[in-house]
Structure formats: C-alpha cells, structure tokens
C-alpha cells in the first residue's frame, strides 16, 4: 500500500539523498519560512502546476481563485487576479474588518481541495496507461522551520490526501513538529535520514562562508557556514544583510518582504530605521490578511527594534497588532500583558484610548468567563476619550468606532435596544458628516451590526433589507449572503435562501460553516443527495465536527441508511466518546434493525450523560415498551413532555403504553389531551380511543 512518508534527519542534503532514493520523480520544495513566510514551498508547488491545471482545467482554477491567490497574489500573472472586496480596497487606516484563524484555515482548505483535485485528474484525465498508478509526488523540506500556516496547511494536505494519488513526503529535523501535523503523520512511513561522512567537503574562506550564508537567506544548515557568520565581524556581516536586502528590494513578493527582506534590514546596518520600516510594513501586510503567528512574530521584532520614546507610534502599532493577533492563536495571557505594557509606558490620549477598547474586547468576547461588566468600564473610557479628541475629523470616527465598540459591550450585557440606539446614531453621524466615499468598509461594518441587532430584536424584515444593502455594497463578502440566507429559512423562503448560499458556496473559500448551512438548507428542502454531498465535504474537511456528523447520521437514518448512519455513529462516538446525540443514534439505529438490548444499552449511556434528553427518553421508551415494560416507557414519556412541553405524538405514546400497563383512564386522558394540539395525528388518536372503549372523541 502506498503511503505517505517522513523523513528525518539533521541536515537538509542528507534529507534530499533520502528522499532521491524513495521516491519517482518529485517535486522538492523549500519549507522555511525565512525564505517567503507564510505559504513558504506551497507557492513553489502551484508556480510548477499552475500553469498546466490553468490550461487544461481552467474550471478547477476559477473554482479556487480565491484561496490560490488570498497569500500568493503574485501567482494572479499566471491566472489572472480574484474578486475585490471593500476591505481589498480599503486604506490601512479605515481597516475594521479583520480576519482570524478560521479565514486562513478555509484558504488552507480550499488549496488542499485544489491539490487533491489536480492530482485526481492528472492521473484520471488523458493519463498514458502505464503510468496511470503512478502518483504525483511532492516533498516538503525543512518543514521543521515552516511558518504556522505552512504547517497548517501540511496536515490537512497529508490526513485528506489519497497516496496513491497524492503522495506527500515531510522531511524535517527531528524536533516535534506542530500537534495536528504530528498526528496526521501518524500513518506516515517514517524514513531517517543518516549523515553522509563520506562526501568531499566545499572548500571555501571564511568571508566566502559567510556571504554565502547570507546570500541563502540564513537558511543553510551547514555547520561551517553557521559557525563563520557568527565569528565574524558584525559590521562586515551587516553590510551583507545590507546588500542582500537591496538585491531582494528589486524582486521581492509580499511572501519575501515578511521574511528574507525583514530579517536582513533587521540585521542590517540601520535595524532601527530602515529595519523597523520594513518590519512595519510586513506587520501590515500580515494584519490585513489574518497571518496572526506572522503579526505577533513581526510585532514582537519590531518592538525590539524600536524606541518607546523616539518611535512611540511605531512602538504602540507593533505592540498592539501583535497583541490583537495573540488572541486567534490562543494566547490570551500574552495579549493582555502587551496592552497593559503600553497602558503603563505611555500617556498619549490615542494610545490609552484604544488600549482600553482592545482590553474591553478581551473581557467581552474572550476571556473566560467573560466580565462584561468590567468591559463597559473600559469601553466607556475608550467613549470618554474619543468624544475629547482636539481635532474634529479624528473626534467624528474615533466617537463612531468606540460607540459601536459600547454597542457590543451593551449587546453582550442584553440592553439590545441600547446598542442599536448606539449603531443607529454612528449610522446617522457618518452619513450626515461624510462624503459618501470615506470610510466606506467601517460604514459597510455599521450596517452588518444594526442587521444583526434587528435580527436579535425580532426585526427581520429590516434585517433582510440591510442585509440585501451590504450584498450590493459588497458583493464579494460572502458573510451577508449567508446571514441573509438564514433570515429567508426562517421566513420559509427555501428557494432564495439556497440561491445565497450556492452564490456563497461558490464565491467563498471552503468553510465547514457555510457547507453545513446549505447541507441542512438542502436538507430541509428535500434534496437529500445535495444534503449529503455537502454533509460530506464538511466532514472530509474537518472529521471532528460533531453538529455535521450529527446532521449526516441522522438524514442517512431518515433515509433508510441503517449501515451509513451507523458508521457515522461510530466514528463520531470514536472522536467524542460519550456524545449523547451520537448514543442516542447509535441507540436510534439499533432499535430500527430490532436490536433492542444493545439499543437500551445506547440509550442508557445517553441519559447517564443527560437524564432529560428527549430522544434518548423517547426511543428507550420504545425499548421498554417492547420488551414489555410499560411502567417504564410511561416514566420515560413522563420526563419528555417535561422537557419538551405538549406533544401530541409523545402524548400518544404515553396513552399506547398506560394501555398496555392497564390504565385505561390515564390513556384517554392523554389521548384527549392530544387531540387538542395541533399536528396531532387524528385519525391515530380516535382509533386508540375507540379501541379502549372511549368512543371517538371530536
């Protein structure tokens, strides 16, 4: 069987060896983020296939435009540019619409479907047949020195990746690599990758050494060049850095000008100058396009290279981007000492202004638990300031930005008609103090949250109105056709809400969310097949979502997939042992095929874990009630209609086992009281009574 491997070793030439002796005719490609940060090797690999896929399939490429060019724009000269969006457009300093780590893991995803997808037909499509078992091969080296995204992307590409159609090698040192792609490797043929002691070394100086050192980017691993950079003189090796930047000014893509270009202006001959520029810009760079390891990364550089005092602006954006940016990795500790570090360094109104904003954020969104008490304090302080601010222009959207900012605050306290009093009046001052063409993005932004208010204040009608404004604004930003997508479910307008969600589906990168919406629209709609297509590719992309396991299991029950639905039971309860929804249907798909102990044996395990969950009540009432124990389906029903309030079908039930338990008059009491409610089966429900000597009830 053919797997995927992993190769070990110290060095990157005794990796290549390696790799030259397991595998046919590889694409090798360069991992380390130094070189081009974050996507490092994966534009190495869509620059090789892009050319051909784009000629031959062109569908495929326009299919995944959007994910292909999101962190490799400069791959637009090969297949022309994506969409715009507002936030494309936008100046950096009217930003507010940013992205976290979901945005890039749907990118991710979209490149991995490419991949997968390229290869299929490469080996399907046109293939001669005697290489149609051949793979396509690709090694990722220096994987140990990937950016997060790279790594990222790596272990969906591996756990997705059919190897007899895709094989992946991941060659790296042997340091732990990140958790998911450790695990994904876990199938991986692991190869080491002894050293060679028998290859006639490079003679070279010392300053060749170390030029050719720094002219690799500080990437080579060889000890030799290693040792003689850090031995020699510091101002020769900085006007190296100093060369090596300016050749790199000439030709370097955005990927290049977050890595290699920073790091050598950085270790360059003027790192607080022109360093702490080209850190700046990068950050920038990073923040618009959700890389948040990168931001934090850069951020923390160029404080470094920073003085509080000479460079307070610089300083204060470092810090606070890269604070913003701890949060979607999940480092919340660290965030919150990077804003209290510029909260005690500085006295700049601005600064502590939006400091208090960030830290009200914390508590309101994040942190837990959350103290949304705390958070109005803060944001309050944030209102306080901005109203002050000596310049008119800058008083207007600062007061705007950090009134919406309360609105959330308020929202989250549950004053909903507060924080729309807030939207409404930043809605009402920008457009009466404004051109029509400024802050255009944070305006868009205003109308999303008033349209997310209206919805919470029972107000759709509006909602949808503001949600088909935001769709002509921005036509590119999927979010609004999918919020006005939900709105039209509710209304009972199927048709429309699935035309927004295949407009989403086919403007949008991959996300699980978005599949898992139009699945269960689909659902819903009565296309089963459709349901299940998108159910399924929710769940090729991220096996552990649970509510989309649910959701599969139970339309492959609906339709009679006993074996389907079982398998996804297992699964499911494999990666969440104790789940009560996936016992329940484990338990549900047991009693269907008439195994009725090891059915109450499922449902049991689910009322262990939640004694009044209706549909492990209801079926384990069936169970009892089988097996000849009445009393205790009756119990059982008892708690249901509980939980659930009036049933007219639980209701039944309860009457068929009252009967079958003797109590003729609770029967028809239940019975009676069922025939009042409405979707009552009626004519079932007169049968009953009739046949319990109750007569037919009108």
Excluded at 314 to 334: S, V
Excluded at 672 to 689: I, S, W
């Amino acid at each position: 069987m053919t797997r995927h491997l992993r190769i070990v070793g110290e060095r990157r030439e005794d990796r290549l060896r390696t790799v030259a002796a397991h595998t046919d005719k590889a694409l090798v490609v360069r991992c380390h983020q130094r070189l081009r940060g974050p996507y490092t090797g994966v534009d190495t690999v869509l620059r090789a296939i892009l050319p051909e896929a784009h000629l031959r399939w062109p569908d495929l490429v326009d299919e995944h435009r959007v994910a292909l060019l999101y962190g490799m724009p400069e791959l637009a000269e090969i297949i022309g540019p994506p969409p715009r969006t507002l936030a494309d457009d936008a100046p950096y300093e009217e930003r507010t619409r940013f992205f976290g780590a979901g945005w890039i893991r749907a990118m991710n995803q979209g490149i991995v479907t490419f991949l997968l997808e390229y290869a299929r037909r490469l080996q399907t499509d046109g293939t001669p047949a005697d290489e149609a078992a051949v793979p396509l091969e690709v090694v990722f080296d220096e994987v140990h020195a990937a950016e997060a995204t790279t790594r990222e992307l790596l272990a969906l590409l591996v756990r997705r990746a059919d190897a007899r159609v895709l094989r992946i090698a991941v060659a790296a040192n042997a340091g732990t690599l990140a958790e998911e792609l450790d695990a994904a490797l876990g199938d991986a043929v692991t190869l080491p990758a002894p050293r060679d002691g028998g290859r006639t070394p490079v003679h070279r100086t010392d300053a060749e050494r170390v030029a050719a050192y720094v002219d690799g980017d500080c990437t080579d691993d060889d000890p030799a060049l290693i040792r003689a950079y850090q031995q020699a003189d510091p101002r020769e090796v900085a006007l190296l850095h100093d060369r090596r930047a300016d050749a790199l000014e000439e030709v370097a893509t955005w990927g290049a000008r977050m890595s290699a270009l920073t790091h050598h202006r950085e270790h360059g001959s003027d790192p607080s100058g022109s360093g702490r520029a080209a850190l700046l810009a990068a950050q920038r760079h990073a923040v618009a396009k959700g890389f948040s390891a990168a931001v934090v990364d850069l951020g923390l550089r160029g404080r470094g290279v920073s003085d509080p005092r000479e460079h307070e602006h610089d300083y204060w954006e470092f810090t606070r981007e890269a604070a913003a940016a701890c949060i979607p990795i999940g480092r919340l500790e660290q965030s919150m000492e990077l804003y209290q570090d510029l909260l005690r360094r500085f006295t700049d109104p601005k600064i502590h202004m939006m400091t208090s904003y960030a830290v009200a954020m914390l508590h309101t969104r994040f942190l837990r638990p959350r103290n949304h008490e705390l958070a109005v304090q803060w944001q309050h302080n944030a209102v306080a300031i901005a109203g002050i601010l000596p310049d008119p222009a800058e008083r207007l959207t600062y007061s705007v930005f950090h009134d919406n900012g309360l609105a959330l605050v308020e929202m989250h306290r549950g004053n909903r008609h507060r924080a729309l009093e807030l939207v409404e009046s930043c809605i009402s001052r920008l457009d009466g103090q404004l051109d029509e063409d400024s802050w255009v993005l944070h305006r868009s932004q205003l109308l999303y949250n008033r349209a997310r208010l209206l919805v919470a204040l029972g107000r759709p009608d509006e909602a949808h109105a503001d949600y088909s404004r935001l769709v002509d604004l921005d036509p590119y930003y999927t979010d609004y056709l999918s919020e006005r997508a939900r709105i039209e479910r509710d209304r009972g307008d199927l048709d429309a809400a699935l035309a927004d969600y295949d407009r989403a589906v086919q403007l949008a990168p991959p996300f699980p969310e978005l599949y898992y919406n139009r699945g269960t629209a689909r659902a819903q709609h009565g296309d089963h097949e459709g349901a299940l297509d998108d159910f399924t590719r929710v769940l090729e992309m991220e096996p552990d979502d649970l509510d989309t396991r649910v959701a599969r299991a139970e339309l492959l029950l609906e339709t009679g997939d006993l074996d389907g639905a079982e398998a996804d039971a297992d699964t499911g309860l494999a990666r969440h042992p104790d789940e009560v929804q996936l016992l329940c249907l484990k338990g549900t798909v047991l009693l269907e095929r008439g195994t009725l102990d090891a059915a109450l044996i499922a449902f049991d395990g689910a009322l262990r874990k939640d004694p009044r969950y209706p549909a492990a009540l209801v079926n384990r009432a069936v169970v009892h009630y089988r097996q000849e124990r009445p009393g205790r389906a009756v119990a059982d029903l008892t708690v249901a209609l509980d939980v659930v309030g009036d049933d007219p079908d639980i209701l039944l039930n309860r009457g068929l086992a009252h009967l079958a338990d003797g109590h003729t008059e609770s029967a028809l009491e239940d019975f009676d009281h069922a025939l009042t409610l409405p979707d009552a089966d009626v004519a079932e429900l007169r049968r009953q009574r009739q046949l319990c000597g109750g007569g037919g009830a009108e």
